[in-house]
């Protein structure tokens, strides 16, 4: 899964409570990205971020956040907001497209949450 | 708004018999597409990308993918299947959108039989 990194790769949170995920990366991409996979729907992009300080919600943000205060660094918080999160959680990482250049995003292992 | 479509959930296939699995997009402009493997509890690893050129893209493990415009298919295949080869295949395409998203499709299951 190279150069990016999950942990843990199992949680297990009771109803109400905060959970953070960390992605590591030390690719040197610009890009990272949080993706959530459910049995049958394959993946859905939570948020994602082309630059520290900066990031944005992807289709299903609602319940979930993130920070991006280093390069290297992505991590997402799973708020008792959201109200089904037992998942799959990805994390990935890309360069930015430039040019001609479009780039494959690479993923991490994941990590799989389980609500209580 | 850009799609993937996998109309296949599962692909049986006996080991040493060619494998394609199905992959269909709908996007303006052109199209950038994408072929992942997932194993269990693991990942997504990159196979094989289109951007442009070569309508037949190889990529790793032997895998191979398709490119039609016409029928506005990317559909994976490999000319001998292993055993190896059976995981959770995505097919993505990149969003037009900017910045480098990616919509994937609902992925296909691939299992290789002696």
């Known amino acids: 899964d190279g150069g990016i990194t999950q942990s843990p790769k199992y949680l297990f949170r009771k109803e109400g409570q905060n959970v953070t995920l960390s992605c590591e990366q030390n690719?040197?991409?610009?890009?990272m990205y949080w993706y959530r996979q459910d049995p049958g729907q394959g993946l859905r992009l939570i948020y994602y971020?082309?630059?520290?300080?900066?990031?944005q919600k992807g289709d299903i943000a609602e319940g979930y956040s993130v920070s991006r205060e280093k390069k290297e660094s992505f991590p997402l918080t799973v708020t008792s907001a959201q109200k089904n999160p037992t998942a799959f959680y990805l994390c990935a990482s890309s360069t930015l497209p430039g040019g001609s250049s479009y780039n494959e995003q690479f993923f991490g292992p994941g990590t799989r949450l389980t609500v209580l | 708004a850009q799609s993937v479509a996998q109309p296949e959930d599962q692909v049986n296939v006996a080991e040493g018999n060619p494998l394609t699995v199905k992959c269909t997009y709908s996007v303006s402009g052109n199209p950038y597409l994408f072929w992942y493997v997932q194993y269990p509890n693991r990942g997504l690893q990159f196979l094989l990308k289109?951007?442009?050129?070569?309508?037949l893209v190889k990529g790793s493990y032997g895998f191979e993918a398709e490119f039609n415009k016409s029928q506005t298919s990317f559909h994976l295949k490999k000319p001998s299947a292993l055993v190896s080869d059976s995981a959770l295949y995505f097919c993505?395409?990149?969003?037009?959108?900017?910045?480098?998203?990616?919509?994937f499709g609902t992925g296909t299951q691939l299992k290789v039989e002696l």
């Open positions: 993505a395409v990149r969003d037009t959108g900017g910045g480098n998203k990616l919509t």
């Open positions: 690719l040197n991409h610009d890009a």
């Open positions: 289109y951007i442009t050129g070569d309508n």
């Open positions: 971020s082309q630059i520290v300080n900066d990031f």
